[in-house]
Each structure stands twice: as structure tokens, then as C-alpha cells.
């Protein structure tokens, strides 16, 4: 997995480099500006191949080809490689769409050409999955890129803006110190050690009462974590010749508040740009969990 949350980074990154997300309407142009279409098309194309690269020459370069073949990881991590892969998706089809629409383009042509582009750039991971020993294409994986994608267009479509926006957020778990399988430096932690991540559906309250009271920047987010998990389907019984500690493996749903960094109105073009990429993260607030193992669990700050 940590091949593909490093391809997400490149094409995420790269995608909101792209003039993503604009503010205000005035920054739509009323006709295509060929420059800044040609603009979108140089950086998407180019961070696309970029991640193609680094997928057929450099993860794979070493690795052994076999036929092309499934794998079913539907109960892997409980499922929380699947809220990365649609959380992925989401971000690139949210910024490829508002990128289309930064050079001219109209709702209509932006969200059939930019929408699906979540799930169209994530396809090519799996089907290098598919034809590498040790992996395999997976239909989970693929349905999770769909989500992510459909998400953002449905929503695009019927309401004109982003009611329910996907964030992320990481704390460093205890439990890398048990097994180096959830790697060794903060680095490798940061994405081999899925019980630090927490993806969140974060909603806008006022747009979801459309009550004019609440401001317009609070938001409510529903989190999704899970704690326990050293391996992907079930944790060793021996780690180097010892018996391994027993530790549950549980999901977390997490209540809390939220900020939409969107809604901070500025005239200034590179305090916008900014503030979407900050807006990709869930921004710490006090929370209350609840899992099988703890109940009900209150947290002063959760991140």
C-alpha cells in the first residue's frame, strides 16, 4: 500500500497545484482562456506521468511479472485502505473539475471531463497491481476509487458545491513499536501505519439546514479509524522468535466539528490556494468516539 499512497500524494499535490478551487465566480472566466487551459493540461499531464513513472520504473522495476490476476483485500486493514483509495479519488476529481472551470470551461463539460478523473487516474495502479507478483488488481479498490469520484460529481451536479467534503487526518499510534512492519522512521510510519489515519466526511451545516444563522465556515465531520492492526488480514502470532502481544483489532467512528477553510473569503489569490490545500486535512477539535472495545470515548482534541 505504501506505493499507492505515495502515487495519491504526486497526483493530489499536483492537481491542486493546478488553480484549483477558486472562490469567487468572477474567477471563471466566461470562455475557454486557451492559457490557462493549456496551463491545467501541462501540470495534470505532467504529474500524471510522473506517477506513472515512478510506478513501471521505479516500484516495479525490480519486481517479478507474472499473468495478470485478482486479489481480494475487501477485509483487509478493516477496510481502511478503502476510505484512502476513495478519499484519493474524491481530491482528484474535485481539483481536475475546478481546474476546467478556472480555464473556462462549463459546469457541464468540466464535470463530465474532470469528474471521473479520480477513478481514471487510480485505475492504472491496479492494473499494475494485476501483473506484478505479491499484488493483484482489486475490484475493492477499484469500487472505493468509484465512490470517491461519484461523491464529488453527484453532488457537483445536483447542488452546485460540496456538502459532504472528504478530509484526513494522522496522530502517531502506539503500536509501531511492537512490529517494523508499521515502519521504522516517522516517515515510513506516516503511511505504512493505518491506525494513526482517520478519514472524515466533513459537512457544511449551513448548507445542509440552509439556515443564514450559522456561519458559513462550520462545519460537523463523521470519522472513520481503526486501532490494533499490525498486518493486513490478521496480526503474527510470533514477531523474531517471541509470541507476539494479543491486541484487538477494532473500528473507531468518530463525532466532532470541523473548519471549512474554503468559506475564509480573501481577494488574495495565493492565501485561497493555500487555504484548499489546508482544507484537505480535518482541523483538530474536541471529539467523542465510540468503538466496541472503549464505548464511548471523549477526546480533549482529536487529530
Known sequence: MVKKLLVVLILVAGFYGSKSQPLFMEDYPDSISTKRLRSVAITEIGTYTVGLYFLGGIWYKDKERVPFHYYDDSKGYLQMDKFGHAFAAYHESYAAYYALRWAGMNKRKALILGGPIGLIFQ??????????????????????????????????????????????????????????????????????????????????????????????????????????????????????????????????????????????????????????????VKIPFPALEFNRVDKFRGHFLYF
Not at 506484478?132 to 457537483?156: C, H, R, T, V
Not at 466539528?257 to 473569503?265: A, E, K, P, S, Y
Open 123 to 280: 485505475t492504472p495502479i491496479e492494473i499494475f497491481d494485476g501483473m506484478y507478483k505479491g499484488w493483484g488488481f482489486s475490484w475493492p479498490d477499484m469500487i472505493a476509487n468509484a465512490f470517491g469520484s461519484a461523491l464529488f460529481m453527484l453532488q457537483e451536479g445536483l447542488f452546485d458545491r460540496q456538502v459532504v467534503f472528504m478530509k484526513y487526518s494522522y496522530s502517531p499510534s502506539p503500536y509501531p513499536k511492537y512490529h517494523e512492519a508499521l515502519g521504522r522512521t516517522h516517515l515510513e510510519r506516516f503511511f505504512l501505519d493505518y491506525n494513526g489515519h482517520t478519514y472524515w466526511f466533513s459537512i457544511n451545516i449551513k448548507s445542509l439546514t440552509g439556515s443564514s444563522n450559522i456561519p458559513a465556515w462550520l462545519n460537523i465531520s463523521f470519522g472513520y479509524s481503526a486501532n490494533g492492526m499490525i498486518k493486513e488480514f490478521e496480526n503474527p502470532s510470533w514477531y523474531k522468535g517471541k509470541p507476539f502481544p494479543s491486541l484487538e483489532r477494532y473500528r473507531q467512528y468518530v463525532f466532532s466539528l470541523d473548519l471549512d477553510m474554503t468559506q475564509i473569503h480573501t481577494r488574495k489569490k495565493w492565501v485561497r490556494q493555500m487555504l484548499s490545500f489546508v482544507n484537505l
